[in-house]
């Protein structure tokens, strides 16, 4: 099972369907309309990435860059691969045309964060290089 990794340039039904399925299998936000994909593909900070398995969209990668007084910043965000397609690559070849496009674009680092219940996306992060920040991570909602 070999990915290939596209950029997604336009909005399509095709795209639109493919993240309404793959979306909740990560989160249970509800998935983005035309219109928000619409949004993200035309801003130049994210990149959405999505990989094609045999012809069909089998997993999305966004990458967030943006630029702070201490450098060019990277985050890698909302990462899924379909159940039926993980452990064959799909995660890995996402992951490494992201890591390849914050180098293109300067960022001297990328951070992403995984629930620890997320065990096989944790360890195929820590393989392909990745390390866990003694950090910690706030999160403030703004919504009620």
Not at 33 to 40: F, T, V
Not at 79 to 93: I, N, Q, S
Not at 120 to 125: D, E, H
């Given at each position: ?97 992201a890591l390849a496009r914050a180098a293109e674009r300067g960022a001297k680092a990328v951070s992403l ?32």
């Open positions: 099972m070999s990915a290939v990794i596209e950029i997604a340039r336009e909005v399509t039904d095709e795209l639109v369907d493919a993240l309404a399925r793959l979306l909740p299998q990560l989160s249970s936000s509800p998935p983005p309309s035309a219109a928000d994909l619409a949004e993200i593909i035309a801003d130049p900070e994210s990149t959405l990435f999505f990989a094609r398995v045999d012809g069909v969209i089998v997993g999305s990668l966004t990458l967030i860059m943006f630029r702070i007084p201490t450098g060019v910043k990277a985050w890698i965000e909302d990462v899924v691969v379909d159940a039926d397609a993980r452990g064959h690559g799909v995660g890995e070849a996402l992951n490494a045309a964060t995984s629930r620890p219940s997320r065990e096989a996306a944790n360890r195929l992060y820590q393989r392909i290089g990745f390390v866990i920040r003694d950090t910690n991570v706030y999160r403030f909602s703004l919504e009620a």
